[in-house]
């Protein structure tokens, strides 16, 4: 069990340095998803990395608080049987870490040219892939990040707007603020909010961006040209092949239900529900029939394992499934698991 452990704070260390090889990923989101405990513990060691709430704003950090938390895990292993030198270290890389992010930060801010003091400064929050994070942004919003998404934004926001930057998938509970609009900017939409709820979809390799609104009312802006009112249950779907939208009706529940662990689809193609899943568990999962493919689906997952989803669609839906094992690519590196989909005969 100390041994794990071990293993486990040095994964997380090399998840938050990007230091990170596939098959350690593979085990860290493994271990993340085995219990709420072990995701809680990973959750903690993610925020005391990155320090406080806005992420590097000196007058925010609660050192007292890090020091606490740190003291505590100590206290709780206190009677094992692991070198006080691993502990050490661990203390040594809890507590030193902020104040190194912290120094480079004040020395960035205060070091350099006069005219340069009051340059935005940027901070990235990246969610793996099998894993999703809460993010408080500065102005008191709150975003649940999907998995395999980036979230960019400013560790003050300044000026008339507040601006984000996704790649991926978030769900975002807008602070109202009517004289400083919410701008999330991705690859091929704006969406502009003074308060509301919604959901943003716009993964890199997906030809398919939307905009799912559960309260309030957002404006989206397609490229230059297009501008579009939501109002609650809406949602905008744009593909960007066609350079073609549209706006439907949707039951927003399912949009809400993601940041709580909870897969929830709703009269949706099985080709998209497989697509969720795939991106949830961290695999490839690939519909091979053009007719299974657009069957609609309507189901909610809560706790199951990916093996237990499978054989839950297979009993309802008329599929079979083949799975391919990861290889090994050499260097400790393994290929993602795989999953065939078909008709079932």
């Given at each position: 069990?100390?041994?794990?452990?071990?293993?486990?704070?040095?994964l997380?260390?090399?998840?938050l340095?990007?230091?990170?090889?596939e098959?350690?990923?593979?085990?860290?989101v493994?271990?993340?998803?085995?219990s709420?405990?072990?995701?809680?513990?990973?959750e903690?060691l993610?925020n005391?990395?990155?320090?406080?709430?806005?992420?590097?704003?000196?007058?925010?950090?609660?050192?007292?608080?890090?020091?606490?938390?740190?003291?505590?895990?100590?206290?709780?292993?206190?009677?094992t049987?692991?070198p006080?030198?691993?502990?050490?270290?661990?203390?040594a890389?809890?507590?030193?870490l902020?104040?190194?992010?912290?120094?480079?930060?004040?020395?960035?801010?205060?070091h350099m040219?006069?005219?340069y003091?009051?340059?935005?400064?940027?901070?990235?929050?990246?969610?793996p892939f099998?894993?999703?994070?809460?993010?408080?942004?500065?102005?008191?919003?709150?975003?649940?990040l999907?998995?395999?998404?980036?979230?960019?934004f400013?560790?003050a926001?300044?000026?008339k707007?507040?601006?984000?930057?996704?790649?991926?998938?978030?769900?975002?509970?807008?602070?109202?603020?009517?004289l400083?609009?919410?701008?999330?900017?991705?690859?091929?939409?704006?969406?502009?909010?003074?308060?509301?709820?919604?959901?943003?979809?716009?993964?890199?390799?997906?030809?398919?961006?939307?905009?799912?609104?559960?309260?309030?009312?957002?404006?989206?802006?397609?490229?230059?040209?297009?501008?579009?009112?939501?109002?609650?249950?809406?949602?905008?779907v744009?593909?960007?092949?066609?350079?073609?939208h549209?706006?439907?009706?949707?039951?927003?529940?399912?949009?809400?239900?993601?940041?709580?662990?909870?897969?929830?689809?709703?009269?949706?193609?099985?080709?998209?529900?497989?697509?969720?899943?795939?991106?949830?568990?961290?695999?490839?999962i690939s519909?091979?029939d053009?007719?299974?493919?657009?069957?609609?689906y309507?189901?909610t997952?809560?706790?199951?394992?990916?093996?237990e989803?499978?054989?839950?669609?297979?009993l309802?839906?008329p599929?079979?499934?083949?799975?391919?094992?990861?290889?090994n690519?050499?260097?400790?590196?393994?290929?993602?698991?795989t999953?065939?989909?078909?008709?079932a005969d």
């Amino acid at each position: 069990m100390q041994k794990k452990e071990y293993i486990i704070d040095e994964l997380i260390a090399k998840w938050l340095s990007k230091a990170i090889g596939e098959e350690e990923l593979q085990f860290l989101v493994q271990w993340i998803q085995e219990s709420a405990e072990n995701k809680a513990y990973f959750e903690q060691l993610k925020n005391i990395w990155q320090i406080a709430n806005p992420a590097f704003n000196p007058s925010s950090i609660n050192t007292e608080q890090a020091m606490s938390i740190v003291m505590n895990r100590i206290e709780h292993h206190k009677w094992t049987r692991m070198p006080i030198i691993i502990w050490w270290q661990r203390i040594a890389a809890i507590i030193l870490l902020p104040i190194i992010l912290v120094s480079v930060y004040l020395l960035s801010v205060y070091h350099m040219p006069y005219n340069y003091k009051s340059a935005m400064v940027y901070q990235e929050i990246s969610s793996p892939f099998g894993v999703s994070s809460e993010i408080n942004l500065p102005d008191g919003s709150t975003v649940w990040l999907n998995s395999g998404s980036k979230l960019r934004f400013p560790i003050a926001f300044e000026g008339k707007e507040r601006n984000v930057y996704l790649s991926g998938e978030a769900y975002f509970k807008v602070h109202s603020d009517k004289l400083h609009p919410f701008i999330v900017d991705t690859k091929h939409l704006k969406v502009t909010a003074t308060g509301t709820q919604f959901d943003v979809e716009s993964y890199l390799a997906d030809t398919i961006t939307s905009v799912t609104l559960i309260k309030g009312v957002v404006n989206v802006k397609i490229d230059k040209d297009k501008k579009i009112v939501l109002h609650p249950n809406q949602r905008l779907v744009f593909n960007s092949l066609s350079n073609q939208h549209n706006v439907t009706a949707t039951d927003s529940q399912e949009w809400e239900l993601w940041e709580e662990g909870i897969l929830a689809f709703r009269d949706e193609p099985l080709e998209e529900v497989f697509q969720r899943i795939g991106r949830a568990f961290n695999v490839d999962i690939s519909v091979k029939d053009q007719f299974i493919a657009r069957q609609r689906y309507r189901a909610t997952f809560k706790n199951e394992s990916l093996d237990e989803i499978l054989h839950l669609l297979q009993l309802t839906a008329p599929i079979k499934y083949k799975k391919t094992e990861r290889k090994n690519l050499g260097n400790n590196y393994y290929s993602k698991e795989t999953i065939e989909v078909f008709k079932a005969d």
